[in-house]
């Protein structure tokens, strides 16, 4: 399996980015896929998953400003980013964490995503 990401980018704070990550190949039946960031200094943190069956996580910060969906025919999932502040100036990796019937784990290419005060 390859990840292939999209969107990203510059943006001024209060500003908004679509990104996208879709998936080659075939896909495990029970798995999580989604986002993790991380800021020059600092640990990778999760930001935003979502399930096989639609159960979504954010990181704390990012609630009511992210959102994670998926289209599971096209096996890519989206995460729009609304309000971005400067502290959301990261790189930004998709996972694909497969749980069933295969356990893997795989990362895609980094993103920078850089929100300009």
């Known amino acids: 399996v390859q990840l292939q990401a999209s969107g990203g980018g510059l943006v001024q704070t209060g500003g908004y980015l679509r990104m996208s990550c879709a998936a080659s190949?075939?896909?495990?039946?029970?798995?999580?896929m989604g986002w993790y960031r991380q800021a020059p200094g600092n640990e990778r943190d999760l930001v935003a998953v979502?399930?096989?069956?639609?159960?979504?996580q954010y990181l704390e910060s990012v609630k009511g400003r992210f959102t994670i969906s998926r289209d599971s025919a096209k096996r890519t999932v989206y995460l729009q980013m609304n309000s971005l502040k400067p502290e959301d100036t990261a790189i930004y990796y998709c996972?694909?964490?497969?749980?069933?019937?295969?356990?893997?784990?795989?990362w895609g290419k980094g993103t920078l995503v850089t929100v300009s005060s």
């Open positions: 996972n694909l964490h497969e749980l069933y019937p295969d356990v893997n784990n795989y």
């Open positions: 979502i399930s096989s069956g639609g159960v979504t």
């Open positions: 190949g075939s896909v495990s039946s029970v798995y999580v």
